[in-house]
């Protein structure tokens, strides 16, 4: 099982990569996680590798290009990205995701936001065509430490159960992000796909949210890799 998981992240990895980056991309995102571990694999190996910049989600991210040789870059310097690759812990039926399972939604979103084509790459496990409905931990939002309560109870009258992140066994108290924030892992059950929006920009209005880990309307494509050995895409 753990071994089809795997070959699955590599297969919608190389995948993804091989199909869409082009000769004349310069500027590209490389996400957070261990299906994206695949994707800068794929993307060190190419032999245009010396003229890529390549902009990071977090520290995770920066570790992944380096050890790949490509170049480093900030997304201070390029606010413009070509293509952006992440992976996602759920994806629903019109390419809306859940990220931040590794507390990088931010960062994550920002490179997704500054990108011209966002690439999603996923094994069969997250595709369920519903947010809410494998990924039961809730939908991370970060935010602001001094405002965690207030948006925790905020969050309890818009109906979530929110849960502040423990960095427990790692850390006594709550997980601190690469911004310097908290975050809050909030259960809303099953998100109808028609829904996502609406609620996404009800608990980003709430203030001391910095962002949600519900990404809607970003992504372009999606590569699955399926636990047959064959991949499935999907274009918004
Ligand atoms: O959003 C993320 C981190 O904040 C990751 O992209 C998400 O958790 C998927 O990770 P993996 O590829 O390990 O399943």
């Not at 309890?156 to 975050?183: C, E, H, M, Q």
């Amino acid at each position: 099982m753990a071994d089809l998981v795997e070959k699955s992240k590599k297969l919608s990895a190389f995948a993804a990569v091989d199909e869409n980056l082009k000769p004349d991309h310069k500027v590209i995102g490389i996400g957070s996680g261990s299906t994206v571990v695949y994707v800068a694999e794929r993307v060190g190996q190419s032999t245009n590798k010396e003229k890529f910049v390549c902009i990071p989600t977090g520290f995770q991210s920066k570790q992944l290009i380096i050890d790949n040789g490509l170049h480093l870059g900030s997304p201070e310097q390029y606010p413009e990205i070509d293509i952006a690759f992440d992976g996602a812990d759920e994806i629903d039926s019109n390419l809306s995701l859940i990220k931040g399972g590794g507390a990088c939604l931010f960062q994550e979103k920002l490179v997704a936001a500054s990108a011209k084509q966002f690439i999603v790459v996923a094994d069969y496990r997250k595709d369920t065509g519903i947010l809410g409905k494998g990924w039961r931990k809730g939908i991370p939002i970060e935010v602001v430490p001094m405002a965690y309560t207030k948006v925790s109870l905020e969050l309890s009258k818009l109906g979530g159960k929110p849960n502040v992140r423990s960095g427990l066994p790692g850390k006594a108290g709550p997980v601190v992000t690469d911004n310097g924030n908290f975050i809050i892992d909030c259960d809303f059950g099953e998100i109808s796909p028609e829904s996502v929006a609406d609620l996404n920009s009800k608990i980003k209005s709430l203030v001391g949210v910095v962002e949600t880990g519900i990404f809607v309307g970003m992504a372009q494509k999606s590569y699955i890799g399926n636990s047959d050995g064959t991949i499935s895409t999907k274009s918004a």
